[in-house]
């Protein structure tokens, strides 16, 4: 069963607005990660926060973690229409253990 | 982009056919993984390997088996192939912190 749970399912917002998209977790990770996947395309990785950190920064995306809440809440601010996209969190168990998906926030910007 | 390359792009087979699906990297990654994506059901994990010759079953891994004889190529193969495997299949290597995804397969089963 999936691991993470992405919260809202579909999130529209004007450009230049911020968008926040949350997941939640069942079990103990060793880090989070967060994803973007743009129509028809593969993947791509944007951020990883252990779970030690609370907070991490890259560009205009903001992570935090919250792991007494087994949640994570991933924030791009000044959206623009080159973020629409769908965007999922996994989280790593650490050693052997693989990545676990949610089934994707889907952003959509319009300018 | 990176070195992965998934092949073919898309496919179309008849039920009850053997089909594989190949990964090809060239970024020395240890692990590579197998997920298919379908609607409603986001990303889930089919094999993945830790290594030459090791590999493990992930969440929905029936009727699927995985090779990975040496370190840059991993397949996998749908033995007979049905509808409810028609999918987008993902291949993905990671060294243990971040993946890197390939394009994709579409994979239709008639």
């Known amino acids: 069963s999936q691991q993470g749970e992405e919260d809202p399912q579909a999130l529209s917002i004007q450009e230049g607005e911020n968008a926040t998209m949350n997941c939640s977790y069942k079990?103990?990770?060793?880090?989070l990660q967060w994803y973007r996947q743009n129509s028809g395309r593969g993947l791509v990785h944007l951020i990883l926060?252990?779970?030690?950190?609370r907070e991490k920064h890259s560009g205009r995306l903001r992570v935090t973690l919250d792991t007494s809440k087994k949640s994570s809440s991933l924030l791009i601010t000044a959206s623009r229409a080159a973020d629409t996209a769908s965007y999922f969190c996994a989280t790593h168990g650490g050693g052997y253990s693989t990545l676990t998906f949610g089934k994707g926030t889907m952003l959509l910007v319009s300018p | 982009d990176a070195g992965i390359t998934q092949s073919p792009r898309h496919k179309v087979t008849e039920t009850g056919t053997p089909v594989t699906l190949r990964c090809h990297q060239t970024e020395n990654h240890r692990y590579m993984y197998w997920y298919r994506q379908d609607p409603g059901h986001g990303l889930r994990l089919i094999h993945y390997s830790y290594g030459v010759k090791d590999t493990d079953k992930g969440e929905v891994s029936d009727g699927y088996s995985v090779s990975r004889s040496k370190t840059e190529d991993f397949l996998l193969t749908l033995e007979s192939a049905t509808s409810s495997q028609t999918s987008v299949y993902f291949c993905?290597?990671?060294?243990?912190?971040?993946?890197?995804f390939g394009q994709g397969t579409r994979l239709t089963v008639v």
């Open positions: 926060i252990r779970s030690n950190e």
């Open positions: 993905a290597i990671s060294e243990g912190e971040g993946a890197f």
């Open positions: 079990t103990s990770i060793n880090n």
